[in-house]
């Protein structure tokens, strides 16, 4: 074998360049060199000398003559090689750096006048030209790749270097850096200990490539430099739970850190990947296991904090001020900044101390599998900050940018310009402690909902779970979400609550005592946080205790195993309830009942009130001149006064001393009190009573605190209404006395359903419509939706009537343009069909339509449907469309041809009647609803005005009621023009300009694009980015949604897909639009659903299919629509894709099989096969995926051949990385040749075969 052919075959490709370029591992050159190869390509008369040159100090200098020459005889061979022995050009010139040689060389030939070293005399020779000079610059980097060592300093390398990965794989992106999982040769490290299993030549490293940030004015050689100052003077401790540094190093203008890989992903990956609360087991094996493990982390964090020398971690943030500009908390690493330190004549010669800085369930690695929770690992110690003097002795402010809020200590706030104590540490972890045992206690879903209090804070640089800050006064406390979690448990939960001493019952008040402290020692004072030493003390004692009690059988270590009927606490405020801010108040601190303004101004209070459910705002809007109008004629329909409505309390409510002093219309009026006070006033004063009650619905903290905004009254710490305030006196003057103009008019208790007053509301809300809101009337909105009179409506007649008949529009419109539904002014009912057993599915059939025209008795319809009838008669509206009545049901009937114009039905609608407290056909709408409590403050020359319980909640009564969870409703919300929501509290209004409520308020959500009246008018105005964002939000809500026949799942948001078509005009169908064509295409299971496979759903031909001949309603396996349970898309970046064009082609690229322009193909189609046709491609190896593919199924399936077909590449520098359909042959006897969808993956390009064509498929 020759040589070259030998060296070759040993050569391996780097995934460094992508995969393009190739290198001589370590072990295979000493292989070489031992076998003494190179001896005989020298020739029978090469000296013995010239030999041990090669062998001993050129090795790579003759592999890479031997490249650059192209296999040279020995007589060409042995003459260069006898120069560069008598130059002494040996491997220690490697690489060589041509231009650095031209620009130092004066001539050629002798070398006298040349600047550069003696030993680069051998290229002066004749035989090195140009070119060959080239190629030996090129070949040697195939033989000069680095080898990794032990303790080594940061090494600088040249830009052509190869580095030793076999390959890469993306482990995330942070703020200044992309972290890699890289799997490193292993004859390229050394000394690190690494057990690899036997033939295994890769070791996998975590790399992490820092990035430039010129917003940020973070500077990728600058970051590295810092950072690997940091590691290096931290490398030469070695301790279990700290993850090893490998190295730093530079590539040219590229800057890297290299670490150990952490196999098991973070803590806060554990906590979440964990099962429900349902599951979770509680044993004390698993309590010894994180005892053992917190232990082993806070002696690793002893080592940190008080020793000379620290080990390299890595992965890590920045550090100095607060982390405001980090959202979300960047988890894969940040570049460390500059270590700070006292020059040598300023410093005296102490114990060098360190902090982390970033302690936090993402820097705490998982590595190994010696037991379920392996070992745990701090890392990125890049940010570790060196104190040469102790804290209390310095006095320049901590610079530590950019760690994460949720687990910073409350220093960084009310401290800010003060050196930071290691103590910063210790909050951390009595963070990562309490998190641990609600994670032990209740599971993932608990510690979920602990972080989704959150949510609530509208201020989030001065509050966080764990403390509530005052920048102001430089004073901070314990927050109430951590008081309120941490009381519940240790009062409520038997593993905490016993008389006798429990694990985590002594963990949590160690917690509470020791560690969630905001006061710090300081000199000549001892109590406050503990350090870590006393850390390490309580928990060794925790432990040896633990220990015993698991030998000895006692119940220290686990009071009751049985934890079924144990539950977690409720979210604190009682989170039902929206809320979004707790720092609300003007005078913050004042201990007033009564908080009076400086002046008093008449300025309105600021009103928007956030909801984070929705994660945007719901504006309450004064509404007055509709709502005046509307109590106008409420009065009129009585023949009343505003004193004596029915709408009104009939006296004044009683009131104590001080509530009847409150001025609530002073500007930042608020009211303080404490719960035993309300209690104690409870019998004796009907407001202190409604406070008292309304702050049980919300919390039991042992104080309160309410403030006016506008017409509301919202509890401290939750933005969300508490009380509503009305007037009723439409002729109020404003004056001092009065309420002010802006408190709006309303109906303190509700009319009686179905009143005159209930009815001339709908009436009101219909015409107000009609009359000012030109864009959600049909003739003023031209082309947003197609206009279509149904086949059938409901003729229900004049109020009074008992009968109803079902009419056929088509045979009824005697000459009129069928394509116009201004002759059949209709109303669309929106219900719930029920349990047939519970409830009467009153249908249309084959065999009682003609019955049904002629006519259909009030008396034999349920209850929703008289009510649907009563409704729309008490509207003036002739017609009314029922889709049990309109449409022929059963297997003979035309649901197939209906459905494919449910998007006009409910477009063309006068307005739509949404059954909302209806649980079925049978129960109706038309209900009478709960009392409020309604206190009426009435002074003596002032107009009375009410203060009742806040019942408007569109969020709670519709969005997340239960008539919307069901799969068609999505769309008939989305494409109505106009929706009456008949509730169990209210009835809601909703159109294109808002929400109006029965008790006539108003109220405005920029973010509802669903009850947009132009829907989808959003998409329409945004970017490409924020059109992909709406569908995905779009199709991942409804995949979520229940139907009683799961076959309806493509036909029930038809009408809406071909909505989302013209806005975006393009083609599509099946959930796949053709201009976002592979983003569609990479949808995947839910990773929040239990369900952990996706059921594919049989859509068999019906018995009229069958009989007519039809062809039956295909959906491709590529589409979503073709599975049960609910998906979501993959997150890929915008702008960061190449779409493949030649491996796949949509079903769309085809021009249409009859000639026509319109998107031919689409999910309500009963013709044509959906198909894709692409290139399938094999995999190189798919031992395992490493989660890289998410298979439909849940698993991967069984013999069978997987093949690819790629949609798109990932553009990067260093990953090649494929985004891939995972396809499989269709089994036999059902279709030909084709293939059909099984899974999607994000995958290493290098693990597709590329250098073959590939074979040409059909998708379906």
């Known amino acids: 074998m020759s040589l070259y052919t030998e060296v070759n075959d040993m050569m391996i490709v780097t995934a460094d360049c992508n995969g393009q370029d190739s290198f001589l591992p370590e072990g295979q050159l000493r292989l070489l060199v031992k076998n003494q190869r190179f001896a005989e390509f020298l020739g029978p008369n090469a000296p013995r000398a010239l030999i041990d040159f090669v062998h001993d100090k050129a090795p790579r200098v003759f592999l890479t003559i031997w490249s650059t020459f192209e296999e040279p005889g020995v007589s060409d061979l042995l003459p260069i090689m006898e120069r560069l022995q008598q130059c002494s050009f040996t491997d220690d010139m490697l690489p060589f750096d041509k231009t650095d040689y031209k620009l130092k060389c004066r001539v050629r030939g002798t070398a006298k006048q040349c600047s550069h070293p003696g030993p680069l005399d051998v290229f002066h020779d004749t035989v090195w030209n140009e070119r060959k000079l080239k190629n030996f610059c090129t070949e040697q980097w195939g033989f000069v790749v680095p080898v990794f060592k032990k303790g080594e300093a940061k090494r600088r390398l040249p830009a052509g270097i190869r580095l030793p990965f076999l390959h890469f794989k993306d482990g995330g992106r942070g703020a200044f850096s992309d972290v890699f999982k890289a799997g490193l040769h292993?004859?390229?490290?050394?000394?690190?200990?690494?057990?690899?299993?036997?033939?295994?030549?890769?070791?996998?490293?975590?790399?992490?490539?820092?990035?430039?940030?010129?917003?940020?004015?973070?500077?990728?050689?600058?970051?590295?430099?810092?950072?690997?100052?940091?590691?290096?003077?931290?490398?030469?401790?070695?301790?279990?739970?700290?993850?090893?540094?490998?190295?730093?190093?530079?590539?040219?203008?590229?800057?890297?850190?290299?670490?150990?890989?952490?196999?098991?992903?973070?803590?806060?990956?554990?906590?979440?990947?964990?099962?429900?609360?349902?599951?979770?087991?509680?044993?004390?094996?698993?309590?010894?296991?994180?005892?053992?493990?917190?232990?082993?982390?806070?002696?690793?964090?002893?080592?940190?904090?008080?020793?000379?020398?620290?080990?390299?971690?890595?992965?890590?943030?920045?550090?100095?001020?607060?982390a405001r500009t980090l959202a979300p908390p960047v988890r894969n690493g940040i570049p460390a900044i500059e270590v700070d330190g006292l020059d040598a004549s300023e410093s005296p010669p102490v114990t060098e101390n360190w902090r982390h800085g970033d302690l936090k369930p993402q820097n705490i690695l998982k590595v190994g599998n010696s037991t379920w929770l392996g070992t745990l690992k701090i890392a990125d110690l890049g940010l570790a900050k060196q104190h040469q003097l102790f804290t209390h002795l310095r006095d320049n402010p901590t610079n530590t940018k950019f760690t994460t809020q949720h687990y910073e200590a409350p220093e960084v706030i009310i401290s800010s310009n003060v050196p930071r104590s290691r103590r910063y540490d210790i909050w951390s972890m009595g963070c990562i402690i309490f998190e641990f045992v609600v994670w032990l206690l209740y599971g993932r879903d608990a510690l979920l909902a602990f972080y989704k209090e959150s949510d609530?804070?509208?201020?989030?640089?001065?509050?966080?779970?764990?403390?509530?800050?005052?920048?102001?006064?430089?004073?901070?406390?314990?927050?109430?979400?951590?008081?309120?979690?941490?009381?519940?448990?240790?009062?409520?939960?038997?593993?905490?609550?016993?008389?006798?001493?429990?694990?985590?019952?002594?963990?949590?008040?160690?917690?509470?005592?020791?560690?969630?402290?905001?006061?710090?020692?300081?000199?000549?004072?001892?109590?406050?946080?503990c350090d870590s030493s006393k850390l390490r003390e309580e928990l060794g004692n925790i432990l040896k205790n633990a220990r015993y009690s698991l030998e000895k059988r006692t119940s220290y270590i686990l009071a009751d195993p049985i934890r079924a009927r144990i539950l977690p606490p409720r979210p604190f405020g009682n989170r039902e309830t929206a809320r979004s801010g707790t720092h609300l108040l003007p005078n913050e601190g004042l201990p007033l009942e009564h908080r009076p303004a400086p002046s008093r101004s008449r300025a309105p209070s600021p009103a928007p009130l956030l909801n984070p459910r929705l994660n945007d705002a719901w504006e309450f809007v004064e509404d007055n001149g509709f709502a005046g109008q509307v109590f106008n004629r409420h009065l009129q329909l009585e023949g009343t006064h505003p004193g004596s409505s029915s709408v009104t309390p009939e006296r004044a409510s009683i009131l104590c001393n001080r509530c009847q002093r409150l001025d609530f219309w002073v500007v930042g009026f608020a009211i303080r009190d404490t719960l035993s006070a309300l209690e104690a006033n409870w019998n004796i004063c009907e407001l202190c009573r409604l406070l008292h009650d309304s702050w049980r619905r919300f919390g039991t903290a042992d104080s309160v605190e309410f403030r006016r905004v506008g017409s509301v009254l919202a509890i401290r710490g939750?933005?969300?209404?508490?009380?509503?305030?009305?007037?009723?006196?439409?002729?109020?003057?404003?004056?001092?006395?009065?309420?002010?103009?802006?408190?709006?008019?309303?109906?303190?208790?509700?009319p009686d359903i179905?009143?005159?007053?209930?009815?001339?509301?709908?009436?009101?809300?219909?015409?107000?419509?009609?009359?000012?809101?030109?864009?959600?009337?049909?003739?003023?909105?031209?082309?947003?939706?197609?206009?279509?009179?149904?086949?059938?409506?409901?003729?229900?007649?004049?109020?009074?009537?008992?009968?109803?008949?079902?009419?056929?529009?088509?045979?009824?419109?005697?000459?009129?343009?069928?394509?116009?539904?201004?002759?059949?002014?209709?109303?669309?009912?929106?219900?719930?069909?029920?349990?047939?057993?519970?409830?009467?599915?009153?249908?249309?059939?084959?065999?009682?339509?003609?019955?049904?025209?002629?006519?259909?008795?009030?008396?034999?319809?349920?209850?929703?449907?008289?009510?649907?009838?009563?409704?729309?008669?008490?509207?003036?509206?002739?017609?009314?469309?029922?889709?049990?009545?309109?449409?022929?049901?059963?297997?003979?009937?035309?649901?197939?041809?209906?459905?494919?114009?449910?998007?006009?039905?409910?477009?063309?609608?006068?307005?739509?009647?949404?059954?909302?407290?209806?649980?079925?056909?049978?129960?109706?709408?038309?209900?009478q609803r709960p009392d409020r409590t309604v206190v009426v403050v009435a002074r003596p020359s002032e107009s009375p005005f009410y203060i009742c319980e806040a019942i408007d909640d569109f969020q709670r009564d519709v969005v997340e009621g239960a008539l919307s969870k069901r799969g068609w409703v999505l769309q008939e919300r989305a494409l109505a023009r106009r929706t009456i929501y008949f509730t169990s509290r209210q009835v809601y209004w909703e159109c294109g300009e808002g929400i109006r409520c029965e008790t006539l308020t108003r109220m405005r959500n920029q973010a509802a694009f669903l009850g947009d009246a132009r829907f989808p008018n959003v998409a329409t105005g945004s970017s490409k980015g924020g059109q992909i964002r709406?569908?995905?939000?779009?199709?991942?809500?409804?995949?979520?949604?229940?139907?009683?026949?799961?076959?309806?799942?493509?036909?029930?948001?038809?009408?809406?897909?071909?909505?989302?078509?013209?806005?975006?005009?393009?083609?599509?169908?099946?959930?796949?639009?053709?201009?976002?064509?592979?983003?569609?295409?990479?949808?995947?299971?839910?990773?929040?659903?239990?369900?952990?496979?996706?059921?594919?759903?049989?859509?068999?031909?019906?018995?009229?299919?069958?009989?007519?001949?039809?062809?039956?309603?295909?959906?491709?396996?590529?589409?979503?629509?073709?599975?049960?349970?609910?998906?979501?898309?993959?997150?890929?970046?915008?702008?960061a894709v190449l779409w493949e064009t030649n491996d796949i082609k949509s079903p769309?690229?085809?021009?249409?099989?009859?000639?026509?322009?319109?998107?031919?193909?689409?999910?309500?189609?009963?013709?044509?096969?959906?198909?894709?046709?692409?290139?399938?491609?094999?995999?190189?190896?798919?031992?395992?995926?490493?989660?890289?593919?998410?298979?439909?199924?849940?698993?991967?399936?069984?013999?069978?051949?997987?093949?690819?077909?790629?949609?798109?590449?990932?553009?990067?520098?260093?990953?090649?990385?494929?985004?891939?359909?995972?396809?499989?042959?269709?089994?036999?006897?059902?279709?030909?040749?084709?293939?059909?969808?099984?899974?999607?993956?994000?995958?290493?390009?290098?693990?597709?075969?590329?250098?073959?064509?590939?074979?040409?498929?059909?998708?379906?």
């Open 754 to 927: 179905g009143c005159p007053t209930h009815v001339e509301i709908l009436r009101q809300w219909l015409q107000d419509c009609d009359k000012n809101h030109a864009m959600c009337c049909s003739d003023n909105n031209p082309g947003s939706y197609p206009a279509r009179t149904p086949t059938r409506l409901i003729d229900v007649g004049p109020k009074g009537q008992e009968t109803v008949r079902l009419l056929e529009t088509r045979s009824s419109q005697q000459g009129e343009d069928p394509s116009k539904p201004a002759g059949f002014e209709y109303i669309a009912l929106s219900h719930p069909w029920g349990d047939r057993a519970l409830h009467q599915h009153f249908c249309t059939t084959r065999d009682n339509i003609h019955d049904h025209m002629n006519r259909i008795s009030d008396d034999s319809l349920p209850a929703t449907f008289k009510d649907a009838i009563r409704v729309t008669r008490d509207l003036n509206v002739r017609y009314l469309w029922i889709d049990s009545l309109c449409i022929v049901q059963g297997e003979d009937g035309d649901f197939e041809d209906e459905a494919q114009h449910m998007e006009t039905v409910f477009s063309s609608a006068l307005c739509v009647i949404a059954a909302n407290s209806a649980t079925g056909t049978s129960d109706g709408f038309l209900k």
């Open 186 to 322: 292993v004859d390229h490290q050394k000394s690190f200990g690494f057990e690899l299993p036997p033939d295994d030549i890769v070791v996998p490293v975590a790399v992490k490539k820092f990035r430039n940030d010129p917003e940020a004015k973070v500077n990728a050689r600058n970051a590295w430099e810092e950072e690997a100052t940091t590691v290096d003077k931290l490398g030469s401790i070695s301790h279990k739970h700290l993850i090893q540094r490998m190295a730093a190093f530079s590539r040219g203008h590229e800057y890297y850190i290299m670490f150990e890989w952490a196999d098991g992903g973070n803590l806060e990956q554990l906590w979440l990947s964990e099962p429900t609360a349902k599951d979770h087991k509680l044993t004390g094996d698993r309590i010894i296991t994180v005892l053992e493990q917190l232990y082993g982390l806070t002696d690793a964090l002893c080592q940190l904090h008080g020793t000379n020398t620290r080990t390299s971690t890595g992965l890590i943030q920045q550090a100095g001020a607060r």
């Open 456 to 529: 609530r804070f509208k201020d989030h640089s001065l509050e966080t779970l764990y403390f509530v800050a005052n920048r102001r006064g430089g004073t901070a406390r314990v927050g109430d979400v951590f008081s309120h979690w941490m009381k519940h448990i240790l009062d409520n939960d038997p593993e905490c609550n016993k008389a006798i001493p429990t694990v985590l019952g002594d963990l949590l008040r160690l917690v509470k005592t020791r560690l969630m402290v905001v006061d710090l020692p300081g000199p000549g004072r001892t109590q406050g946080r």
């Open 1030 to 1135: 709406l569908y995905e939000s779009l199709y991942t809500r409804y995949s979520r949604l229940q139907f009683s026949d799961i076959r309806d799942r493509p036909i029930a948001i038809a009408g809406l897909e071909q909505r989302l078509i013209r806005a975006f005009n393009t083609k599509g169908g099946y959930g796949v639009f053709e201009r976002y064509f592979g983003r569609g295409l990479l949808w995947r299971r839910d990773p929040d659903d239990l369900q952990t496979a996706l059921e594919r759903i049989d859509f068999a031909p019906t018995h009229r299919q069958q009989q007519q001949r039809l062809r039956s309603f295909r959906v491709p396996s590529w589409s979503w629509m073709a599975y049960k349970g609910s998906i979501t898309f993959m997150d890929l970046p915008f702008d």
């Open 718 to 750: 939750s933005e969300a209404p508490a009380l509503s305030i009305y007037r009723t006196n439409l002729n109020d003057s404003g004056g001092l006395s009065n309420p002010p103009k802006d408190i709006q008019i309303g109906f303190p208790k509700l």
């Open 1148 to 1260: 769309w690229y085809y021009p249409p099989r009859n000639g026509s322009d319109k998107s031919w193909l689409s999910t309500s189609s009963d013709g044509g096969q959906a198909e894709l046709v692409g290139v399938a491609r094999d995999f190189v190896e798919l031992v395992r995926d490493d989660g890289r593919i998410i298979y439909d199924g849940g698993e991967r399936p069984r013999d069978v051949a997987l093949k690819c077909v790629v949609v798109g590449r990932r553009k990067s520098e260093v990953v090649a990385e494929s985004y891939v359909l995972v396809v499989a042959p269709k089994p036999h006897g059902e279709v030909d040749a084709a293939y059909e969808r099984v899974g999607v993956g994000a995958i290493p390009g290098s693990w597709i075969v590329t250098g073959q064509p590939g074979l040409e498929v059909r998708i379906v």
